[in-house]
T-cell receptor, first 106, second 114 residues
Framework: ELKVEQNPLFLSMQEGKNYTIYCNYSTTSDRLYWYRQDPGKSLESLFVLLSNGAVKQEGRLMASLDTKARLSTLHITAAVHDLSATYFCAVPKIIFGKGTRLHILP | ETGVTQTPRHLVMGMTNKKSLKCEQHLGHNAMYWYKQSAKKPLELMFVYSLEERVENNSVPSRFSPECPNSSHLFLHLHTLQPEDSALYLC?????????????FGEGSWLTVV
């Protein structure tokens, strides 16, 4: 059974701090997706990582993929309140992890 | 605005009712999806249509019946639902290519079964 596991599932952090969200998956996959969901809203695509060693950055978020370790990370640098949301990782056939609810404290 | 439109946005239905959720995309995508999201479970993939053909059905109860009449429209027909079916139902679409498959989600339809 294909599994996608994220940790932590809940994260409360102070503004200005750095942190990393981890996504492990159980099957071979050469690509991985990160999505963001705001409360009451739908999912928004953040990153598509297409190969081993892929790294993508958008503002304070940086995602990376290690296909050998079956691991992706989403790193948050100098967090700001606007980043508070739930973050999902997913692998083809677009099976999602449980999501990481991120809360940034002022 | 992602280009994927779902209607209705909110639906309350009794267990004996029959209703349908509608999804429409004008992005030129060739695959469409239904997901279920509830407080208790992560996003669950329900159905996948690729080129209007159902290619995935993840053991979804028969009280949920999808229909994909063309590449731009996707329906989810609902009948004799249970209260535990109350959830957010998300439609999505994507363009299947060898380079990737980013999924674009609709705003979702909040379903309450009473």
């Amino acid at each position: 059974e294909l599994k996608v596991e994220q940790n932590p599932l809940f994260l409360s952090m102070q503004e200005g701090k750095n942190y990393t969200i981890y996504c492990n998956y159980s099957t071979t996959s050469d690509r991985l997706y990160w999505y963001r969901q705001d409360p009451g809203k739908s999912l928004e695509s953040l990153f598509v990582l297409l190969s081993n060693g892929a790294v993508k950055q958008e503002g304070r978020l940086m995602a990376s993929l290690d296909t050998k370790a079956r691991l992706s990370t989403l790193h948050i640098t100098a967090a700001v309140h606007d980043l508070s949301a739930t973050y999902f990782c997913a692998v083809p056939k677009i099976i999602f992890g449980k999501g990481t609810r991120l809360h940034i404290l002022p | 605005e992602t280009g994927v439109t779902q209607t209705p946005r909110h639906l309350v239905m009794g267990m004996t009712n029959k209703k349908s959720l509608k999804c429409e995309q004008h992005l030129g995508h060739n695959a469409m999806y239904w997901y279920k999201q509830s407080a208790k479970k992560p996003l669950e993939l329900m159905f996948v249509y690729s080129l209007e053909e159902r290619v995935e059905n993840n053991s979804v109860p028969s009280r949920f019946s999808p229909e994909c009449p063309n590449s731009s429209h996707l329906f989810l027909h609902l009948h004799t639902l249970q209260p535990e079916d109350s959830a957010l139902y998300l439609c999505a679409s994507s363009l299947l290519t060898e380079w990737g498959n980013t999924i674009y989600f609709g705003e979702g339809s909040w379903l309450t079964v009473v």
